[in-house]
């Protein structure tokens, strides 16, 4: 298990803290880029890594996104997704919602995306587990998500709340742009997979 944090449920702390929390199972792997006049290149998963672990690959989807799309809150009782921006910048925010975990309520904020492009945007992958809400909204004027997935798709695993939903508290801004699906609540029908 990953460290333990005291549980937080006074919202303003959540959200003072929320840049450097670690939410139980959240994995952040900081990648290296290696430039030279051509441009660079960057590894990003490896099956390998303890982070993804062999056998957890099912689906690996694109998405491109423009200015001020937000998409959220979205999570999962089975899948666990691995998140990777590589053009353009998203603010990508974690809300724990599993009862029995030790950082239960907590949040993470992390912007993602090309730092030479970007101040502030962070070469990362992002381990989402089960339970976890996920939401993002491009920072900049288009963005693409790559997202693999240990699942292939499935509507009975995928849930939603509303991306202004109180549950979560957090702030997209005035211009968010969504879709219907993303201003409803859409609990799953699977089998929630606990925390180990």
């Known amino acids: 298990m990953g460290a333990a944090v005291e549980q937080l449920t006074d919202e303003d702390q959540m959200n003072a803290n929320a840049s450097q929390a670690i939410i139980e199972g959240v994995i952040v792997k900081e990648l290296k880029s290696h430039p030279d006049p051509r441009g660079y290149f960057r590894e990003v998963v490896r099956v390998t890594d303890s982070f993804f672990g062999q056998g957890s690959f099912a689906q690996w989807s ?9 998409k959220a809150w979205h999570y999962h009782h089975v899948q666990t997704d ?3 921006c590589p053009i353009g910048k998203i603010q990508t925010v974690l809300f724990d919602n599993r009862p029995e975990s030790p950082t239960y309520r907590l949040k993470m904020v992390i912007d993602m995306g090309d730092s030479t492009e970007f101040p502030g945007a962070r070469e990362v ?19 693409h998500l790559f997202y693999i997935t240990s699942e292939i798709y499935n509507p009975s695993d995928e849930g ?6 109180p549950l979560v508290g957090h702030d997209w801004g005035d211009n968010a742009l ?4 993303d201003r409803r609540e859409i609990p799953p029908t699977s089998a929630r997979k606990p925390l180990k």
Not at 125 to 143: D, E, M, N, R, T
Not at 160 to 165: I, K
Not at 178 to 181: I, L, P, R
């Open 62 to 70: 694109h998405s491109k996104m423009a200015k001020d799309v937000v």
């Open 82 to 84: 691995w998140w990777y």
């Open 125 to 143: 992958c992002v381990k989402i587990p089960p339970g976890v809400l996920h939401g993002c909204k491009v920072l900049s004027a288009q963005a």
């Open 160 to 165: 939603r709340f509303p991306y202004n939903s």
């Open 178 to 181: 969504t879709v219907e699906n």
